[in-house]
T-cell receptor, first 111, second 109 residues
Framework: KAGVTQTPRYLIKTRGQQVTLSCSPI?????VSWYQQTPGQGLQFLFE???????NKGNFPGRFSGRQFSNSRSEMNVSTLELGDSALYLC??????????FGEGSRLTVL | GQSLEQPSEVTAVEGAIVQINCTYQ??????LSWYQQHDGGAPTFLSY????GLEETGRFSSFLSRSDSYGYLLLQELQMKDSASYFC??????????FGKGTKLSVKP
């Protein structure tokens, strides 16, 4: 069974640009969540989607948005990038409470 | 809101036993999860406790006491490959997980 796939793995952007990250969950998993990981803040919850509906959202500004498609694939978008947005963005899919399967992440560098 | 506390670093020797503690504050508790993350890698699921008591999976065990809002991860017969960061996490009110800051475990020969 294929795992969670995230693209792109690495990307470099400049301040003010926007970025879209993609996530394909494990087949059959309808819950997809996104996390931002930085050395100082650890893993911070961005949002969770289930059957195309955003079920919960973390404490991030409106520049961070996401969506989920009918095939459970998900995208997240960050607009007007800031230096502080440099981080590893992790997507996870889930079938059971408490058990997340993470992708390898998209490492974003903002210059 | 939710918050979790766990030690930032732990050091142990090969073959030893180490316990990583986690205390939490949360509204709407669903369970306590543990994840392992090696440097440069993705977090991987280790265990989930929804009820009080000890769950054992090979060399790893996880414990939960809901009355004390406390849990721990116990690693036995430590190996060098166990050097990694370990995160506890609690379920939020709608299925999302809130993670602790992580405990960096260093296993020495």
């Amino acid at each position: 069974k294929a795992g969670v796939t995230q693209t792109p793995r690495y990307l470099i952007k400049t301040r003010g640009q926007q970025v879209t990250l993609s996530c394909s969950p494990i087949s059959g998993h309808r819950s997809v969540s996104w996390y931002q990981q930085t050395p100082g803040q650890g893993l911070q919850f961005l949002f969770e989607y289930f059957s195309e509906t955003q079920r919960n959202k973390g404490n991030f500004p409106g520049r961070f948005s996401g969506r989920q498609f009918s095939n459970s694939r998900s995208e997240m978008n960050v607009s007007t990038l800031e230096l502080g947005d440099s981080a590893l963005y992790l997507c996870a899919s889930s079938l059971k409470t408490g058990e997340l399967f993470f992708g390898e992440g998209s490492r974003l560098t903002v210059l | 809101g939710q918050s979790l506390e766990q030690p930032s670093e732990v050091t142990a020797v090969e073959g030893a036993i180490v316990q990583i503690n986690c205390t939490y504050q949360t509204s709407g508790f669903y369970g306590l999860s543990w994840y392992q993350q090696h440097d440069g890698g993705a977090p991987t699921f280790l265990s989930y406790n929804a009820l009080d008591g000890l769950e054992e999976t090979g060399r790893f065990s996880s414990f939960l006491s809901r009355s004390d809002s406390y849990g721990y991860l116990l690693l036995q017969e430590l190996q060098m490959k166990d050097s990694a960061s370990y995160f506890c996490a609690v379920g939020g009110s709608q299925g999302n997980l809130i993670f602790g800051k992580g405990t960096k475990l260093s296993v020495k020969p």
